[in-house]
């Protein structure tokens, strides 16, 4: 959205720089992708700022977003950016919402090709968020769900962050494997993917999550033998 609005800005700017006086196209064209590039920007600010209001963090003043959503639900078809943060905002602010998550999480998927990086991390992201406060609320099937997620960020290297993958998505994912019992791929995973962690704090992450594996398998010794190589600088810890 932002790229349709700045190239219909950069045409409107050329005819202006002709100075014609008739009729063109461009300025409808450029107030046209203004709107929609607003409402494209006030849907995402939006989901984040409930999303963080979930989480504590604060409390926004989103009264005024309320008739922009029952707009957008008025308008039938929707541009599939539009749609896909319109359905992770009603998941957010709706408790009785599965059937939107279905097809949000359907969305999501089949449109990964079309979306850009920053979209589709942010998109991702937005969409474990909401496995993770189901969780929370004793859901206890997103949790296969929420790990499924981040096996599919990490495969398409979304949830990457530059050329690395951040300890916390790494911890998530062993604590989501653990919870599930998913033991032996977890095993793979921590071969595979600790090589992707950032070298400062990568030993750590490693040995840490071998130690909770090794716990929940009932090996106490091989639990400690990783603990005993962990050097918590790091309080997560």
Known sequence: WRDRYWLAEVEAQAFMNQRERRYDRSF??????????????????????????????????????????????????????????????????????????????????????????EERREILLFVINICLRKIRVGQSE?????????????????????????HWTFNNVVKLALRVRKYEWLKYFIRENSLHLEPAVRKEAMNFSQAELAYVEGDYGRCLEHLNQVAFTDPQY
């Open 142 to 166: 997103y949790y296969q769900q929420a790990l499924d997620l981040y096996e599919m960020g990490i495969r398409n290297r979304t949830l990457f962050v530059g050329k690395n993958l951040t």
């Open 28 to 117: 409808q064209d450029l107030s046209d992708a203004l709107d929609q590039y607003y409402v494209y920007e006030k849907l995402r600010y939006s989901c984040a700022m409930v999303n963080l209001e979930a989480i504590g963090a604060t409390k926004y003043d989103i009264a005024g977003i309320r008739s922009l959503i029952q707009d957008l639900k008025s308008r039938g078809e929707l541009d599939f950016h539009l749609d896909i943060y319109l359905k992770i905002y009603e998941c957010l602010t709706a408790q009785d919402n599965e059937e939107t998550f279905v097809l949000l999480r359907k969305q999501v998927e089949a449109r990964q090709s079309e979306l850009s990086q």
